[in-house]
């Protein structure tokens, strides 16, 4: 449950330029909107590629929707996992590495993206390097699934 306050979201995909700094930019207008000031959310990739943009397509699709997908990609660090409360990964690969970086008694703050937001035991396909339909597919996924997580958050449910 959401008590405390500066709860901090950390939302993890590969190489943090596509789903995870998508989802991070759509759940902070969801949370503005929402008027929920005290949730700190973030996002980092597993693959240590350095700083890099952000994914082109990805970026242009944010843009056809409404959104501005800015910044440089984020390697995950040990500090970085253990300052969330809640760390989203959106394929069970990226829980594995996770799993290979934090302790143990923290593996319970994992969740996979598909299952928090829609109840679906299943991973999120990468759009990277892939056309711009399944950008947009992938992108209308994410955001409807921050959307879910937002209000499940507003309901103290998360």
């Known amino acids: 449950m959401m008590k405390k306050n500066n709860y901090k979201i950390c939302f993890v995909c590969t190489g943090n330029a596509c789903r995870s700094p998508f989802a991070e930019c759509v759940t902070k207008v969801f949370l503005n909107k929402e008027g929920?000031?005290?949730?700190?959310?973030?996002?980092?990739g597993t693959l240590d590629w350095g700083e890099n943009?952000?994914?082109?397509?990805m970026c242009h699709?944010?843009?056809?929707?409404?959104y501005e997908l800015t910044g440089v990609t984020t390697t995950m660090t040990r500090d970085l996992l253990e300052k969330a409360d809640l760390i989203i990964v959106f394929e069970t690969k990226h829980r594995?590495?996770?799993t290979r970086v934090l302790d143990y008694n923290q593996?319970?703050?994992?969740?996979?993206?598909?299952?928090?937001?829609f109840g679906?035991?299943?991973?999120?396909e990468d759009p990277h390097m892939?056309?711009?339909?399944?950008?947009?597919?992938?992108?209308t996924q994410i955001k409807k699934g921050c959307e879910q997580l937002v209000q499940h958050m507003k309901m103290g449910m998360l």
Do not use: H
């Open 53 to 57: 943009p952000r994914d082109e397509g």
């Open 107 to 117: 593996w319970n703050k994992i969740s996979l993206f598909n299952q928090l937001a």
């Open 36 to 44: 929920l000031d005290n949730i700190e959310v973030y996002s980092c």
């Open 61 to 66: 699709v944010a843009k056809l929707m409404g």
């Open 120 to 124: 679906e035991n299943k991973d999120m």
């Open 96 to 98: 594995n590495e996770i």
């Open 130 to 139: 892939q056309s711009e339909t399944v950008y947009k597919r992938i992108a």
